[in-house]
C-alpha cells in the first residue's frame, strides 16, 4: 500500500472536508488532549487487531512509509502523536501474497465503535470512530484526511477498493476517522 503523500505540517483544512462533515464531523468535539508520546501499540476489538506500532516517514516520491511487518502498524511520524490536538495517522497493510494483514477488517468499522492506542508514557487512549470513507487513490482527498484540526483525532489508513493484477497495487484507501474520547 502506498499511501498519499500528506501535505506539510500546518496545512488548513480543504473545502471538500465540508462536504463529508455530516459523517465525520463526531458527536462531540472534546477539548481533552494528552502530552506527545509515541505510539506503541494499537487495538480494536470490534476488528480483532491487536499489534505494535512503529514510526514510519515518508518515501523519496513523498509518499508515507508503511511497516516492512504485514502484522504491525505504522504511526506516520510527522503527525501528532496520539491524544495530541490534530489527526495523528496511523497505516497498515491489508493484505500480501501470503495472506491478510493487519487492517484487513478495516473497512468493517461502523460510528461507535472504539480504537485504544498505548502510548509510550504507559497511558491507553481511547477513540471512538466517526466514520468509514473509501477514496480513490487517484483523487485522494489529502488535506481533508491530513489537515488541520482543532481536536485531538485519529486516521488509520490501509488500502482498499480493486486490486490490480498487473500493478500489484489497489486503486483506493480505507479511511477511518475518529475522535479522543477519553
Given at each position: 500500500?502506498?499511501?498519499?503523500?500528506?501535505?506539510?505540517?500546518?496545512?488548513?483544512?480543504a473545502?471538500?472536508?465540508?462536504?463529508?462533515?455530516?459523517?465525520?464531523a463526531?458527536?462531540?468535539?472534546?477539548p481533552?488532549?494528552?502530552?506527545k508520546?509515541?505510539?506503541?501499540?494499537?487495538?480494536?476489538?470490534?476488528?480483532?487487531?491487536?499489534t505494535?506500532?512503529?514510526?514510519?516517514?515518508n518515501?523519496?516520491?513523498?509518499s508515507?512509509?508503511v511497516?516492512a511487518?504485514?502484522?504491525?502498524?505504522?504511526?506516520?511520524?510527522?503527525?501528532p502523536?496520539?491524544?495530541?490536538?490534530?489527526?495523528?495517522?496511523i497505516?497498515?497493510?491489508?493484505?500480501?501474497?501470503?495472506?491478510?494483514?493487519v487492517?484487513?477488517?478495516?473497512?468493517?468499522?461502523?460510528?461507535?465503535?472504539?480504537?485504544?492506542?498505548?502510548?509510550?508514557?504507559?497511558?491507553?487512549?481511547?477513540?471512538r470512530?466517526?466514520?468509514?470513507?473509501n477514496?480513490s487513490?487517484?483523487?485522494?482527498?489529502?488535506?481533508?484526511v491530513?489537515g488541520?484540526?482543532?481536536?485531538a483525532?485519529?486516521?488509520v489508513?490501509?488500502?482498499?477498493?480493486t486490486?490490480?493484477?498487473l500493478?500489484?497495487?489497489?486503486?483506493?484507501?480505507?479511511?477511518?476517522?475518529?475522535?479522543?474520547?477519553?
Amino acid at each position: 500500500m502506498a499511501a498519499p503523500a500528506p501535505p506539510p505540517p500546518n496545512t488548513s483544512l480543504a473545502t471538500e472536508e465540508n462536504i463529508l462533515k455530516d459523517v465525520l464531523a463526531p458527536a462531540s468535539k472534546t477539548p481533552k488532549h494528552y502530552p506527545k508520546s509515541q505510539p506503541v501499540s494499537i487495538s480494536i476489538p470490534d476488528i480483532d487487531v491487536e499489534t505494535s506500532i512503529s514510526a514510519v516517514g515518508n518515501n523519496p516520491d513523498g509518499s508515507m512509509v508503511v511497516p516492512a511487518d504485514w502484522h504491525t502498524a505504522g504511526w506516520y511520524e510527522h503527525s501528532p502523536t496520539p491524544g495530541q490536538i490534530g489527526p495523528s495517522i496511523i497505516d497498515g497493510h491489508l493484505d500480501n501474497v501470503s495472506g491478510l494483514a493487519v487492517f484487513w477488517r478495516l473497512r468493517e468499522l461502523t460510528p461507535g465503535e472504539f480504537i485504544y492506542i498505548t502510548r509510550a508514557d504507559g497511558t491507553t487512549v481511547q477513540f471512538r470512530v466517526d466514520g468509514v470513507q473509501n477514496y480513490s487513490q487517484a483523487t485522494f482527498p489529502t488535506k481533508t484526511v491530513y489537515g488541520n484540526i482543532n481536536y485531538a483525532g485519529l486516521r488509520v489508513i490501509t488500502c482498499g477498493g480493486t486490486f490490480n493484477r498487473l500493478t500489484h497495487e489497489y486503486d483506493q484507501n480505507t479511511v477511518v476517522y475518529a475522535t479522543l474520547v477519553n
